[in-house]
């Protein structure tokens, strides 16, 4: 086996300054990140409240045509697989 050795390269390293740039950033793309999980839990709970209290039948369907989910009120509720 022959292994291949590169010479080393020093790679600059970001000053106290911009390491505390770079951990803002970072914060607030996190803090963005959990408000808009908590906004789409939010209102994929309003739809499935709807979508399960109502009485009519609501499906979802493959293009193809499968039911892949049925409200809960539906009476083709026990196909659904």
Known sequence: MIIFLR???D???PSPAQLAQIN????QEIQQRQQTEAI???REQRFRAIFNQT????GLL???GKLLEANQRS???PFVK
């Open 75 to 77: 009476p083709l509720q």
């Open 7 to 9: 010479q080393r390269q």
């Open 62 to 64: 493959t293009p193809e």
């Open 24 to 27: 803002q950033q970072l914060t």
């Open 11 to 13: 790679i600059p390293l």
């Open 40 to 42: 789409l839990r939010d």
């Open 55 to 58: 009485f009519q039948f609501m």
